[in-house]
Antibody, heavy 121, light 108 residues
Framework: QLQLVESGGGVVQPGRSLRLSCAAS????????MHWVRQAPGKGLEWVAV????????YYADSVKGRFTISRDNSKDTLDLQMNSLRPEDTAVYYC??????????????WGQGTMVTVSS | EIVLTQSPATLSLSPGERATLSCRAS??????LAWYQQKPGQAPRLLIY???NRATGIPARFSGSGSGTDFTLTISSLEPEDFAVYYC???????????FGGGTKVEI
């Protein structure tokens, strides 16, 4: 069964750091690019970051560039998001999502259940 | 940066009716458009990729069409479980960033 499970969310003060993780199972993790997508309470989806299948290429949304770092460990089938200098506007549910295969490679075919991050003093 | 505009924001329909959702891109995206369904408290689910291809396990009542800047998601006959929020999404090979539309809520 293909599954992504996020962890690491919580309540953090502005300016502090938090690290999210996403554990994959039931899929060939190292074959696919992986993304983080977030959703603020009551709002739509916002793409955050991507890392290529081999970890060599990373790309970020302007809103998090310089503060967030995406990484992956293909030996452990895990994806991470290191979030520094957190702001109240980073409050959201954070989802990890897998790129589809072949013709669906530009879409996200598997999503985790999400982990909530609240940035508040 | 490509902007995706979805309309209407809310669609009020009854079970059995046909739903037509629109997604317009600020510039041509070819056929590189996907659609997702999201229910409250759940992660999004991929419905359609490459504008018109149904993802694995998606019922035939869901269909996608369009190319360039104008796309449509059609639900031929609404089932009770179809009342949800629907998002369109675009991504290029490079840069690999993704863009989502603002969503359309299909309500009873």
């Amino acid at each position: 069964q293909l599954q992504l499970v996020e962890s690491g969310g919580g309540v953090v003060q502005p300016g502090r750091s938090l690290r999210l993780s996403c554990a994959a199972s039931g899929l060939t993790f190292s074959s696919h690019g992986m993304h983080w997508v977030r959703q603020a309470p009551g709002k739509g989806l916002e793409w955050v970051a991507v890392v290529s299948s081999d970890g060599g290429t990373k790309y970020y949304a302007d809103s998090v560039k310089g503060r967030f770092t995406i990484s992956r460990d293909n030996s452990k089938d895990t994806l991470d998001l290191q979030m520094n200098s957190l702001r109240p506007e980073d409050t959201a549910v954070y989802y990890c999502a897998k790129e589809g295969s072949a013709a669906a490679r530009l879409a996200f075919d598997i999503w985790g259940q999400g982990t909530m991050v609240t940035v508040s003093s | 940066e490509i902007v995706l505009t979805q309309s209407p924001a809310t669609l009020s329909l009854s079970p059995g009716e046909r739903a037509t959702l629109s997604c317009r891109a600020s510039q041509s995206v070819g056929s590189y458009l996907a659609w997702y369904q999201q229910k409250p408290g759940q992660a999004p689910r991929l419905l359609i990729y490459d504008a018109s291809n149904r993802a694995t396990g998606i019922p035939a009542r869901f269909s996608g069409s369009g190319s360039g800047t104008d796309f449509t998601l059609t639900i031929s006959s609404l089932e009770p479980e179809d009342f949800a929020v629907y998002y369109c999404q675009h991504r290029n090979n490079w840069p690999p960033a993704a863009t989502f539309g603002g969503g359309t809520k299909v309500e009873i």
